[in-house]
């Protein structure tokens, strides 16, 4: 049995995470920009390696096709009458590689601290390297699987997320005719079985978001004592750099 754990992130706590993330990437030489949302799927994953024991697994992150890979014409298909726009989505993945489970020397603790806003970043770091990498090849995914195939890269096990804060609405057609410019689904992985903890990032009011996690039961308390414990952490070193 699984519950949707909502674990929410203030509009103030984000600014606070980007602050940490830019000072993270001059500290470390590192010179791509990490987005808010790098830090928001960062954290997911790390949270569903504690809760799942599974500190080795990838993080598999839903990409939108739509105005990237040169699949423009989703959104610019015409049909018979003239009217533009059609219904569905056209998704691919890309999956990010953290070999270090976590920095936090005390992360098997009862208690915590679980993981720290460095380890936060660190994997912040591999997902944005995953995306820079993995975006350029769309269009080469889309060629193939216009072909009736599917170039699927070997990712190893990953949980499974994706954000809403980037995905907009576009007009539709329901007309019969109407497909995705004849771009064929390929699943990238079986439908889980047993325990799962999957997520989305969904936008709120005010500018702030949530991260709800779709978990087991039993371990949906300590998911919320984790996002507590971390929003604190981010917090007590946002006090330290204002001083």
């Known amino acids: 049995e699984h519950e949707y754990v909502e674990l929410v992130f203030s509009a103030d706590l984000l600014r606070v995470m980007k602050a940490y993330a830019i000072e993270y990437c001059l500290a470390t030489n590192f010179n791509l920009f990490l987005s808010t949302n790098d830090m928001l799927t960062a954290f997911s994953w790390l949270l ?57 020397a005390l992360a098997d603790l009862p208690d915590g601290p679980f993981f720290t806003p460095k380890d936060v970043a660190v994997a912040a770091v591999t997902i944005r390297e995953a995306l820079s990498t ?41 007309a019969s005719n109407s497909t995705l410019a004849g771009f064929h689904g390929h699943p990238s992985q079986a439908l889980p079985t047993g325990e799962s903890f999957t997520s989305v990032i969904v936008p709120r009011k005010g500018g702030s978001c949530s991260v ?32």
């Open 48 to 104: 569903k390696r504690h809760l799942s024991g599974q500190h080795n697994w990838n993080m598999s992150m839903v990409v939108n096709l739509r105005g990237k890979g040169g699949v423009d014409a989703f959104s610019m298909l015409e049909d018979e009458a003239g009217a533009a726009g059609v219904f569905g989505n056209g998704i691919t993945n890309v999956v990010a590689n953290l070999s270090v489970p976590m920095d936090s």
């Open 134 to 174: 993995e975006m350029p090849d769309l269009s080469e995914r889309v060629a193939w699987s216009r072909t009736g195939k599917a170039k699927i890269r070997p990712s190893g096990s990953s949980f499974a997320t994706t954000s809403w804060q980037q995905f907009p609405l576009w007009d539709i057609s329901f």
């Open 212 to 243: 709800n996690v779709l978990a087991p039961v039993g371990k949906a308390e300590k998911a919320r004592k984790i996002h507590q414990q971390l929003c604190t952490a981010f917090s007590e070193w946002n006090v330290k750099r204002e001083r």
